[in-house]
């Protein structure tokens, strides 16, 4: 299994969701970004949140993790990742990649997922055929990782052919499932509603 480190992308603006931050939106009692590091704090080293410096979402990381802020948050996934890797702690095997606004992803599979690491090779969540996140890269990929640019995403790596990709199959689609909209906060609050 080897050594796994998070890093928690949770710089983006929130558009879809305006007046409500996501990440900070209320999900059966507690943040959507809590979630997160709920589901991921117990099967990793460490976790690193990037952040574009909103106060109200390092707020609610508290001392869970450390945050980074990414000084350009309008470039994109690919520069919060940069900032996350630059953060990283020497002596890691992989990195795990989360998005922080996938609450429903659950702690089970994300150690399904960092049960396969292997430093040379990818693993990804696939729940009915469709892959989800969060994403274990091997130390061997990190390379790669930290080339991207605004003008190619982490997932052209995983389908351009170059890289070990380990698949794994998970029973929930929580793997699928992010808070973009309005309407998708409440259908997580209904599903956890459920789920209590």
Request: aromatic fraction near 2%; include cysteine; proline fraction near 6%.
């Amino acid at each position: 299994m080897g050594v796994v480190d998070a890093i928690v992308l949770a710089a983006g603006a929130s558009t879809r969701t305006r007046p409500v931050h996501k990440l900070t939106a209320d999900l059966g009692g507690k943040p959507v970004i809590a979630w997160v590091l709920d589901a991921v704090g117990p099967c990793v080293r460490d976790v690193i949140v990037v952040t574009s410096g909103d106060a109200a979402v390092e707020a609610l990381v508290g001392d869970r993790a450390r945050v980074v802020r990414n000084p350009r948050p309008e470039g994109g996934m690919s520069t919060s990742l940069a900032v996350g890797l630059d953060a990283l702690r020497p002596g890691g095997d992989a990195v795990l990649q989360v998005l922080g606004d996938m609450p429903l992803v659950r702690t089970g599979d994300v150690r399904a997922l960092v049960a396969e690491t292997r430093p040379d090779r990818v693993v990804v969540p696939v729940h009915d055929g469709f892959r989800g996140h969060p994403v274990v890269w091997g130390a061997a990929s990190l390379s790669v990782l930290r080339a991207l640019d605004a003008t190619t995403t982490a997932r052209d790596l995983l389908v351009a052919g170059h890289l070990t990709v380990v698949e794994i199959p998970i029973d929930d689609d929580g793997v699928l499932f992010d808070v973009d909209t309005p309407e998708a906060l409440e259908e997580a609050r209904a599903r956890v509603s459920r789920r209590a």
